[in-house]
């Protein structure tokens, strides 16, 4: 039987009855309550201060905080926490935490807002990790007129009122869903301790928990946690047997981070006792606390998951316990649900007073066949190659429809789910908008309907790109059904005033509406080059116009030059595009570096934008803005007389045939001579997906071989010199032929940012000062493909130095 949902009672009436009259606080400056809090309650003592702070900054006037029962002569009481006075009127309000395994376990938060006579009453459940009095306090201020729609200063709108009226107030508030938390603290952007207590403020505000504390709820689950719980350092060199079999038939440990790094065989019977083992005593100790163990156990159950990546054991009896479903939303390996949940389940059979807690995610996304789920395993459900693009009631979307049909199957067996989203500013690189807030609207609804008990995700803090995502979501998850439509305009009103705000909404409404409309499903950047077209962000530009010529006041107008730069930002990344279509490299890493230029100046306006630092890697990354640009300058050089010298160019469009039987190979499609009069024509800086018509409604596509070819002049200078094609790349895998003859194979990769290009050397096959012939055959298992970013010939300088 559930006992959560929702918010119970909503209901603010103004006068409705004799006891209802409103309730005046601060009468023209002056204040008329007190507050009184609960002896001996931090949280409520916390809560307190929130409303003496706020109603200052409304009001100037100071109400001040008791002592419950201390000597006060206001007019009005505000009764903060659980109070003597709240439990004189037999005021219900929501307490106790029960962690033990149930079905609605971790649902008792809330909290009340109550007016009776002249006292209010703000109490919510404290207990343990609860902070409902805290919630209480905001939500009560929120009926009064603040807001807090991004951490910080920046994203707070207090009303300014002489006078401040409380309406007659009787509320039973609780969340729809027990978990509600994204951290930014963790991965590759990191935060100033400053930003990080802001992020922290907020979250409070919005009733979101950062992530790191969802341990509080459920265990911990992170990347490698197996290896924790079977240390490789202590059991190795004995029992090499204990460790995953890689696919040379080897026994092999993780790299660096052993702990983290390592997979087990986890069909080998004695993996399985000598961790029960090794959890009973670690739990007789309390090791949870201290050392190494702080992961793999805590106060409600133990949190397990195998390492990053795809880790696999090879071994014949674990690969034989693989039923190799394949999991066509991921290329990287065979699916190892079975085994893997067979394993865990297990473990959790052995603890049925605690939780097991581990991740749905790389080889083991699919929901087990033939596996009983026990009922204290929950699952963080954490697939990660979801579409970004699309919602979950998308039926153009296969990938989302995917996602929910598996996401049901777990749900059938244990009530214990719930989700890490790829999106929140999660995977895509370059920090230009995603679709989150339309996404969530739609989302968290259906996730109420399904059961599911929260989000616990890791974000970044790139508010450029998440907008506001993250608030309609703390709202969502409180309330699944919040007017979202409601909340924006009210937030692009409170932001940027009457004039300006429209303007701006109807911008990013403009963004979300076009990454919604279109045909592919991902969630990388570097695929979105067909979406943010050049003649997409100048069609929407009127609107930033609009909204910088509009009038308000300084603190509006200086908030419409920030959103006016993250245009700016989406327009230099559209230019960056064309301009590597163009081979224009010299345009494109000017553009990046504008990219980065900006994000340093919105930085400046207001610290959660992201500032590109990563300071664990000297060498950045390709996904970000300074990765990006020195990709472009290495390509900029190849053609420039630096490292090499433009002698030809791929075709922007070539010849292409689909191949569904593989019969290219066996008509010779790659002679010179070959016909190919009746094929398509294809762009070949974009996939093929970026530009066919889907199949189907579902929105799926062709997966298989596809032929492209083409031809091209090479410059007569190339004439007794060294010949390089670099190519953009080949989803996933491809083989080349230049005037009929076979040069090379470029092996399957799995799609990650960008390490699909490669420089081959076609010397043999090219004829300088003539025209040549191109063909390239590309094969895609699943999900995206085709050739991607062009490409072009070059004879290097003796500085040429190769991609690694
Ligand atoms: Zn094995
Ligand atoms: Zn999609």
Same mark, same amino acid.
């Given at each position: 039987?559930?006992?959560?949902?929702?918010?119970?009672?909503?209901?603010?009436?103004?006068?409705?009855?004799?006891?209802?009259?409103?309730?005046?606080?601060?009468?023209?400056?002056?204040?008329?309550?007190?507050?009184?809090?609960?002896?001996?309650?931090?949280?409520?003592?916390?809560?307190?201060?929130?409303?003496?702070?706020?109603?200052?900054?409304?009001?100037?006037?100071?109400?001040?905080?008791?002592?419950?029962?201390?000597?006060?002569?206001?007019?009005?009481?505000?009764?903060?926490?659980?109070?003597?006075?709240?439990?004189?009127?037999?005021?219900?309000?929501?307490?106790?935490?029960?962690?033990?395994?149930?079905?609605?376990?971790?649902?008792?938060?809330?909290?009340?807002?109550?007016?009776?006579?002249?006292?209010?009453?703000?109490? !919510?459940?404290?207990?343990?990790?609860?902070?409902?009095? $805290?919630?209480?306090?905001?939500?009560?201020?929120?009926?009064?007129?603040?807001?807090?729609?991004?951490?910080?200063?920046?994203?707070?709108?207090?009303?300014?009122?002489?006078?401040?009226?409380?309406?007659?107030?009787?509320?039973?508030?609780?969340?729809?869903?027990?978990?509600?938390?994204?951290?930014?603290?963790?991965?590759?952007?990191?935060?100033?301790?400053?930003?990080?207590?802001?992020?922290?403020?907020?979250?409070?505000? $919005?009733?979101?928990?950062?992530?790191?504390?969802?341990?509080?709820?459920?265990?911990?689950?992170?990347?490698?946690?197996?290896?924790?719980?079977?240390?490789?350092?202590? @059991?190795?060199?004995?029992?090499?047997?204990?460790?995953?079999?890689?696919?040379?038939?080897?026994?092999?440990?993780?790299?660096?981070?052993?702990?983290?790094?390592?997979?087990?065989?986890?069909?080998?019977?004695?993996?399985?006792?000598?961790?029960?083992?090794?959890?009973?005593?670690?739990?007789?100790?309390?090791?949870?606390?201290?050392?190494?163990?702080?992961?793999?156990?805590?106060?409600?159950?133990?949190?397990?998951?195998?390492?990053?990546?795809?880790?696999?054991?090879?071994?014949?009896?674990?690969?034989?316990?693989?039923?190799?479903?394949?999991?066509?939303?991921?290329?990287?390996?065979?699916?190892?649900?079975?085994?893997?949940?067979?394993?865990?389940?297990?473990?959790?059979?052995?603890?049925?007073?605690?939780?097991?807690?581990?991740?749905?995610?790389?080889?083991?996304?699919?929901?087990?066949?033939?596996?009983?789920?026990?009922?204290? /395993?929950?699952?963080?459900?954490?697939?990660?190659?979801?579409?970004? =693009?699309?919602?979950?009631?998308?039926?153009?979307?296969?990938?989302?429809?995917?996602?929910?049909?598996? /996401?049901?199957?777990?749900?059938?067996?244990?009530?214990? $789910?719930?989700?890490?989203?790829?999106?929140?500013?999660?995977?895509?690189?370059?920090? #230009?908008?995603?679709?989150?807030?339309?996404?969530?609207?739609?989302?968290?609804?259906?996730?109420?309907?399904?059961?599911?008990? &929260?989000?616990?995700?890791? &974000?970044?803090?790139?508010?450029?790109?998440?907008?506001?995502?993250?608030?309609?979501?703390?709202?969502?998850?409180?309330?699944?059904?919040?007017?979202?439509?409601? /909340?924006?305009?009210?937030?692009?009103?409170?932001?940027?005033?009457?004039?300006?705000?429209?303007?701006?909404?109807?911008?990013?409404?403009?963004?979300?509406?076009?990454?919604?409309?279109?045909?592919?499903?991902?969630?990388?950047?570097?695929? =979105?080059?067909?979406?943010?077209?050049?003649?997409?962000?100048?069609?929407?530009?009127?609107?930033? +116009?609009?909204?910088?010529?509009?009038?308000?006041?300084?603190?509006?107008?200086?908030?419409?030059?920030?959103?006016?730069?993250?245009?700016?930002?989406?327009?230099?990344?559209?230019?960056?595009?064309?301009?590597?279509?163009?081979?224009?490299?010299?345009?494109?890493?000017?553009?990046?570096?504008?990219?980065?230029?900006?994000?340093?100046?919105?930085?400046?306006?207001?610290?959660?934008?992201?500032?590109?630092?990563?300071?664990?890697?000297?060498?950045?990354?390709?996904? #970000?803005?300074? !990765?990006?640009?020195?990709?472009?300058?290495?390509?900029?050089?190849?053609?420039?007389?630096?490292?090499?010298?433009?002698?030809?160019?791929?075709?922007? +469009?070539?010849?292409?045939?689909?191949?569904?039987?593989?019969?290219?190979?066996?008509?010779?499609?790659?002679?010179?001579?070959?016909?190919?009069?009746?094929?398509?024509?294809?762009?070949?800086? =974009?996939?093929?997906?970026?530009?066919?018509?889907?199949?189907?409604?579902?929105?799926?596509?062709?997966?298989?071989?596809?032929?492209?070819?083409?031809?091209?002049?090479?410059?007569?200078?190339?004439?007794?010199?060294?010949?390089?094609?670099?190519?953009?790349?080949?989803?996933?895998?491809?083989?080349?032929?230049?005037?009929?003859? @076979?040069?090379?194979?470029?092996?399957?990769?799995?799609?990650?940012?960008?390490?699909?290009?490669?420089?081959?050397?076609?010397?043999?096959?090219?004829?300088?000062?003539?025209?040549?012939?191109?063909?390239?055959?590309?094969?895609?298992?699943?999900?995206?493909?085709?050739?991607?970013?062009?490409?072009?010939?070059?004879?290097?300088?003796?500085?040429?130095?190769?991609?690694?």
């Amino acid at each position: 039987m559930r006992i959560r949902n929702a918010v119970l009672i909503m209901f603010i009436a103004l006068a409705t009855c004799a006891n209802a009259k409103p309730l005046t606080i601060v009468e023209d400056g002056k204040s008329q309550a007190v507050i009184q809090v609960a002896a001996g309650q931090p949280k409520a003592k916390k809560a307190a201060e929130a409303i003496q702070k706020y109603i200052q900054k409304m009001s100037g006037a100071t109400l001040e905080i008791i002592d419950e029962g201390a000597k006060s002569d206001a007019k009005i009481n505000i009764y903060v926490g659980h109070t003597k006075a709240a439990a004189k009127r037999s005021l219900k309000i929501p307490t106790g935490f029960d962690p033990s395994v149930r079905d609605d376990v971790f649902e008792e938060e809330g909290y009340i807002l109550k007016t009776k006579r002249k006292d209010i009453f703000i109490a !919510g459940n404290e207990t343990d990790v609860y902070k409902g009095t $805290i919630y209480g306090a905001y939500a009560f201020l929120e009926l009064l007129g603040c807001r807090w729609y991004f951490p910080g200063a920046w994203g707070e709108v207090v009303p300014e009122k002489k006078t401040v009226v409380v309406p007659h107030l009787d509320v039973l508030s609780k969340p729809d869903f027990a978990l509600r938390g994204i951290g930014l603290n963790t991965g590759w952007v990191p935060m100033t301790p400053q930003d990080h207590t802001e992020y922290k403020e907020w979250t409070e505000k $919005i009733a979101f928990d950062s992530r790191g504390d969802s341990g509080k709820y459920y265990p911990l689950v992170g990347d490698g946690f197996l290896g924790i719980l079977l240390p490789p350092d202590k @059991y190795f060199k004995d029992h090499p047997e204990y460790y995953a079999m890689n696919k040379k038939g080897k026994r092999v440990i993780g790299e660096g981070d052993i702990l983290h790094t390592t997979m087990l065989c986890l069909s080998n019977p004695n993996v399985y006792t000598e961790i029960l083992k090794n959890l009973k005593t670690a739990i007789a100790e309390k090791h949870d606390e201290q050392g190494p163990n702080t992961h793999r156990i805590s106060r409600h159950g133990i949190g397990i998951s195998p390492p990053d990546g795809s880790p696999y054991c090879y071994c014949d009896a674990c690969d034989k316990a693989s039923q190799k479903f394949e999991n066509i939303q991921l290329v990287y390996g065979p699916q190892m649900s079975e085994e893997y949940y067979g394993f865990a389940s297990k473990l959790a059979r052995a603890f049925p007073e605690k939780f097991v807690a581990t991740m749905a995610y790389s080889l083991r996304e699919l929901a087990p066949q033939g596996v009983t789920l026990p009922k204290n /395993l929950a699952v963080m459900y954490a697939p990660i190659a979801g579409c970004a =693009l699309h919602d979950n009631k998308d039926k153009s979307c296969w990938r989302r429809i995917e996602y929910i049909k598996n /996401l049901r199957q777990y749900r059938k067996q244990t009530a214990h $789910i719930y989700l890490y989203e790829y999106h929140p500013d999660f995977l895509t690189g370059l920090f #230009i908008p995603e679709r989150q807030t339309a996404n969530a609207t739609v989302n968290f609804p259906l996730y109420k309907e399904m059961d599911i008990k &929260g989000l616990s995700a890791e &974000g970044r803090k790139a508010f450029m790109q998440t907008w506001t995502s993250f608030y309609v979501m703390g709202k969502l998850l409180w309330d699944a059904d919040t007017d979202v439509a409601a /909340l924006k305009k009210e937030l692009y009103f409170d932001l940027f005033g009457a004039e300006a705000g429209p303007h701006l909404q109807a911008w990013w409404d403009a963004v979300e509406a076009h990454l919604g409309a279109a045909t592919i499903h991902l969630h990388e950047d570097f695929m =979105l080059n067909n979406v943010y077209t050049v003649a997409f962000t100048s069609s929407i530009q009127k609107h930033i +116009d609009a909204a910088l010529a509009a009038g308000g006041t300084a603190t509006q107008k200086a908030r419409v030059v920030a959103v006016g730069k993250i245009a700016e930002h989406l327009t230099a990344y559209a230019n960056m595009e064309a301009a590597a279509m163009r081979l224009d490299y010299a345009t494109a890493a000017a553009e990046s570096q504008r990219m980065l230029d900006l994000k340093h100046e919105l930085n400046k306006i207001y610290s959660h934008f992201i500032s590109e630092t990563f300071p664990k890697s000297k060498k950045p990354p390709a996904f #970000i803005s300074r !990765g990006r640009t020195n990709e472009y300058k290495r390509l900029l050089s190849y053609t420039n007389g630096d490292q090499g010298n433009k002698v030809g160019e791929l075709p922007l +469009d070539m010849k292409f045939v689909r191949d569904p039987y593989n019969e290219g190979i066996f008509s010779e499609y790659y002679l010179p001579e070959f016909d190919d009069t009746k094929w398509d024509m294809r762009n070949t800086h =974009l996939l093929w997906d970026a530009q066919e018509e889907p199949l189907d409604d579902k929105g799926h596509d062709y997966d298989g071989f596809g032929w492209y070819r083409g031809t091209f002049k090479v410059a007569k200078s190339a004439k007794g010199k060294k010949v390089i094609f670099h190519s953009g790349g080949v989803f996933n895998e491809g083989w080349v032929w230049v005037n009929g003859q @076979y040069v090379h194979h470029e092996p399957h990769k799995v799609w990650w940012w960008w390490n699909h290009t490669f420089d081959i050397d076609v010397t043999d096959a090219i004829k300088p000062g003539k025209v040549n012939q191109i063909t390239v055959r590309v094969w895609n298992k699943a999900e995206l493909g085709g050739m991607l970013r062009r490409g072009f010939f070059f004879t290097p300088t003796d500085k040429y130095v190769p991609k690694k």
